[in-house]
Nanobody, 125 residues
Framework: QVQLVESGGGSVQSGGSLRLSCAASGVTFGSVHNLLAWFRQAPGKEREGVAVINTGTGATSYADSVKGRFTVSRDSAANTAYLQMNSLKADDTAMYYC????????????????WGQGTQVTVSS
């Protein structure tokens, strides 16, 4: 049974940084077939994929809106993924979710059956 638990959200001023964590159980971090992704959703907006990491190879992909500011990583020993967010902007304000899937096929921003409960990030300008 897969369980994902996010933490690390909070309130920060524009230009600040936060690091989100996603503690995963039931996900084999050494497997090259597993993807773990970060999504976000702001009130009144559609959910947006932010970053993806292959838990086995460490390969990453990012949305254009966060490239150069956000970094996704994983600690296989701890079965935890992280999202380091720097140079935060007011537009980054959203609920952030981690999600996991055990397939490499198809669009990397869809097809995630496992989701955490989310952690709120609020950036004030």
């Amino acid at each position: 049974q897969v369980q994902l638990v996010e933490s690390g959200g909070g309130s920060v001023q524009s230009g600040g940084s936060l690091r989100l964590s996603c503690a995963a159980s039931g996900v084999t971090f050494g497997s090259v077939h597993n993807l773990l992704a970060w999504f976000r959703q702001a009130p009144g907006k559609e959910r947006e994929g932010v970053a993806v990491i292959n838990t086995g190879t460490g390969a990453t992909s990012y949305a254009d809106s966060v490239k150069g500011r956000f970094t996704v990583s994983r600690d296989s020993a701890a079965n935890t993924a992280y999202l380091q967010m720097n140079s935060l902007k007011a537009d980054d304000t959203a609920m952030y979710y981690c999600a996991a899937r055990n397939s490499l096929y198809g669009d990397i921003w869809s097809g995630y059956p496992y989701w955490g409960q989310g952690t709120q990030v609020t950036v004030s300008s």
